[in-house]
């Protein structure tokens, strides 16, 4: 199907671009169709249930250190330039978008018009322009969907040009290597050259929209899922990858609102997105059941192994990458909400898989220490996950995202802060990681025990008036939940040597109080004062 697929859609529309091979553009093609496209093309192939099957190559996840912002006079003084928010002159995006308008003139062209931000008057209409019908299927399943009947009226404000096997030159370009992925504010585009990774496509938009939402439309843009009960009553889960959000998330009790980014308006919150993109690894029908059942005709896995000689996944397999993924449209999930939007939240939870084996199961936040906790963003990864890493490794991102924040990170932390105390919501940190000690000597936290003091919580159940302390951190901690053994609620006590716990959780307070010198300046003596105490 070459354009106009659509009769109401002009030919013209598409020559904007300078793309000499307007007969060979394919434009908004259904799922089926791109799947087959892939397929034909030897780009991807079927797995046992119907799902699409992809390995996106070189790159099996972000490449923070080749993404860049084109610095000029509405970016210079708003951007937070830092190692994650990299300028590139304006000379140079020019080169890389004529490059990759010279490479695409002679190739099949995918086009997938869609949207973000499900609260309508935040809506921003997104073009996906692509060499590969699997970015333009990863389109369909993430950004929201506009209706058949709305397509010839449809005016693109930001347009998304992927040429993934284009390969720059880096000194000719301005950047670090042959792939690189810029944003433009002025010219509302995002260029990705040389990575077949999906997840740059959906990232750049959120990028996106966490400089234009809160600068222009005063809503906060948070790294958070969300879901809500038959009330109405909403939660957000706040977390980086791995903590669990998505998993939280899917609560078969709930109806999902989304599982990675949200807008926070005065009247409540929205998804930006029409999808879920959910890790695979170690993924089970038993344990997460929505996400295993959403993967079948129209779902995109990546860079996950077959059983040999079957075409059935085998999700423990890492051989490729721990970061094997599955996008899918969000009404996969049989209770997700719509349209994706619900009212202001009553609970916010702060997910960190502690691979120190430290922090308590859970813990409920004084307003100062969540602030704190927001803008520490706080995980750690297990040994093993990287070369020469033997030893937890803590991980510090400021507001749960730090990589793809524009803004500085005072910005949304302030605007949180303002929220969570004109509507008083209560805040909670999760540890989802290890407890008994740490990773190689504890256990981690069973998701039954998670899923269940998370219910406590939503359903008014947990008991906090009997309460006690958590040493060096100071939380305040339920010494009684049903279905929890009580010594697993303090982790002091589930491990063997109580000594070595103490001056093993004053070692983890001192990269807290480290890491959060970079953000001293302009905080507020109440919130420095919510951190650990040694």
Not at 198 to 210: C, D, P, Q, R, S
Not at 263 to 284: H, I, P, R
Not at 422 to 447: A, E, F, M
Not at 457 to 484: A, Q, T, Y
Request: hydrophobic content about 40%.
């Amino acid at each position: 199907m070459t354009i106009p697929a659509n009769p109401l859609v002009p030919r013209e529309k598409f020559l904007q671009f300078g793309l000499r091979n307007s007969d060979r553009i394919h434009y908004q093609q259904s799922p089926a169709q791109l799947a087959a496209a892939a397929v034909e093309r030897g780009e991807a192939v079927y797995n046992d249930q119907g799902a699409l099957v992809i390995q996106t190559g070189e790159f099996t996840g972000r490449s923070p250190k080749d993404k860049f912002i084109v610095l000029d006079d509405e970016t210079e003084n708003t951007v937070d330039w830092n190692g994650f928010n990299q300028p590139l002159a304006p000379e140079f995006f020019d080169i890389i978008f004529r490059k990759i308008n010279t490479y695409l003139e002679n190739k099949d062209i995918w086009i997938r018009d869609s949207y973000a931000c499900a609260d309508d008057p935040f809506r921003v209409n997104i073009r996906v322009i692509a060499e590969k019908p699997t970015d333009a299927l990863f389109a369909y399943n993430m950004f929201l969907r506009p209706s058949e009947e709305t397509l010839g009226e449809f005016k693109p404000q930001w347009q998304v040009i992927v040429a993934s096997g284009l390969k720059l030159d880096a000194c000719e370009c301005g950047i670090r290597q042959h792939n690189a992925s810029v944003i433009s504010f002025k010219h509302k585009m995002i260029l990705i050259a040389g990575s077949g990774y999906t997840g740059e496509i959906k990232k750049g938009i959120f990028t996106v929209l966490n400089y234009i939402l809160p600068l222009e439309k005063n809503v906060l843009s948070m790294h958070c899922s969300a879901n809500k009960d038959s009330e109405g009553t909403t939660a957000l889960f706040f977390g980086l990858s791995g903590t669990g959000k998505t998993t939280l998330s899917a609560d078969p009790n709930r109806m999902l609102i989304g599982d990675d980014e949200h807008g926070w308006t005065n009247d409540g919150v929205f998804n930006f997105e029409g999808g879920c993109y959910a890790k695979c690894y170690q993924l089970s029908e038993e344990k997460e059941p929505q996400i295993f059942q959403a993967i079948k005709p129209g779902a995109l896995v990546e860079n996950i192994q077959f059983f040999p000689g079957t075409d059935r996944i085998n999700f423990d397999d890492s051989s490729i990458t721990e970061n094997t993924r599955v996008s899918y449209p969000i009404d996969y999930i049989s209770n997700a909400a719509n349209p994706s939007v619900g009212n202001n939240p009553k609970h916010i939870f702060f997910l960190t898989c502690d691979a120190y084996g430290i922090l308590p199961p859970i813990s409920r936040l004084t307003p100062e220490q969540a602030m704190y906790q927001f803008i520490s963003g706080y995980t750690a990864k297990v040994a093993g996950t990287e070369a020469g890493v033997t030893e937890p490794k803590a991980t510090f991102s400021a507001c749960f995202g730090a990589p793809f924040l524009p803004l500085h990170p005072g910005k949304y932390a302030e605007m949180l802060g303002e929220k969570m105390r004109s509507q008083d919501v209560r805040v909670w940190l999760i540890n989802t990681g290890w407890t008994g000690g740490p990773y190689g000597v504890g256990s981690r936290i069973k998701l039954g025990y998670t899923r269940a003091l998370i219910s406590a919580v939503l359903e008014e159940k947990l008991d906090m008036e009997n309460s006690e302390l958590f040493p060096v951190f100071n939380f305040r901690i339920p010494k009684h939940c049903e279905g929890i053994p009580d010594n697993l609620l303090n982790p002091v006590k589930t491990w063997a040597d109580q000594n070595n716990f103490i001056g093993k959780a004053e070692d983890l307070a001192r990269l807290f109080i480290e890491n959060f010198k970079k953000y001293a300046d302009g905080i507020s003596s109440e919130i420095k004062a919510a951190a650990p105490a040694i």
